[in-house]
T-cell receptor, first 111, second 117 residues
Framework: DTAVSQTPKYLVTQMGNDKSIKCEQN?????MYWYKQDSKKFLKIMFS???????INETVPNRFSPKSPDKAHLNLHINSLELGDSAVYFC??????????FGPGTRLTVL | DAKTTQPTSMDCAEGRAANLPCNHS???????VYWYRQIHSQGPQYIIH???NNETNEMASLIITEDRKSSTLILPHATLRDTAVYYC??????????????????FGKGITLSVRP
């Protein structure tokens, strides 16, 4: 069983569109995260949620809106996509501060 | 969190030990040293962490100098599958052990390890 899964794996879309990326974890963890890895391979935190409550919001544009329907899911909705949003987005989860478990990533390409 | 410095890349022969250095000269007393790795096209993977004592698990060993200003990750018998970017991260331990929510990971550029046959 995959611990942290993301869908879709690849997403190609036009500028201005709205898209969502889904993340699910079956580890029973309380905390989930979204990270963005840009074309230069820098990996940066975007959000973290703990038991469906937003904890970290790292100055991400308002076009990005995470939604956590339950503690096993953390979805990322992006409005009005821009070229600069092209990146690989990773979801992660953790139960404590020691270790985070990452998903396989979603490669978003905005044309 | 303290900043870390790693070489850009290194390589080693398959079956030999890979020693990956990390400098964290401004580390504070309550900051831990973490190592993650990212194999191509995959999500990062936790390897090991430590405070001041050397640590070993099934994946690797972590050697932290006595002054804690640098550390070395050791992969004892590198395989081709160990080819990846390895990130050394320094982070403060939260007040509560089970507080995962504020525990963001701040990744640097990492070191690219290439294991050659």
């Amino acid at each position: 069983d995959t611990a942290v899964s993301q869908t879709p794996k690849y997403l190609v879309t036009q500028m201005g569109n709205d898209k969502s990326i889904k993340c699910e974890q079956n580890l029973g963890h309380d905390t989930m995260y979204w990270y963005k890895q840009d074309s230069k391979k820098f990996l940066k935190i975007m959000f973290s949620y703990n038991n469906k409550e937003l904890i970290i919001n790292e100055t991400v544009p308002n076009r990005f809106s995470p939604k956590s329907p339950d503690k096993a899911h953390l979805n990322l909705h992006i409005n009005s996509l821009e070229l600069g949003d092209s990146a690989v987005y990773f979801c992660a989860s953790s139960q404590d501060w020691r270790e985070q478990f990452f998903g396989p990533g979603t490669r978003l390409t905005v044309l | 969190d303290a900043k870390t410095t790693q070489p850009t890349s290194m390589d080693c022969a398959e079956g030999r030990a890979a020693n990956l250095p990390c400098n964290h000269s401004t580390i504070s007393g309550n900051e831990y040293v973490y190592w993650y790795r990212q194999i191509h096209s995959q999500g990062p993977q936790y390897i090991i962490h430590g405070l001041k004592n050397n640590e070993t698990n099934e994946m690797a060993s972590l050697i932290i100098t006595e002054d804690r200003k640098s550390s070395t990750l050791i992969l004892p018998h590198a395989t081709l599958r160990d080819t990846a970017v390895y990130y050394c991260i320094v982070r403060v331990a939260p007040a509560a052990y089970y507080t995962g929510a504020n525990s963001k990971l701040t990744f640097g550029k990492g070191i690219t390890l290439s294991v050659r046959p």
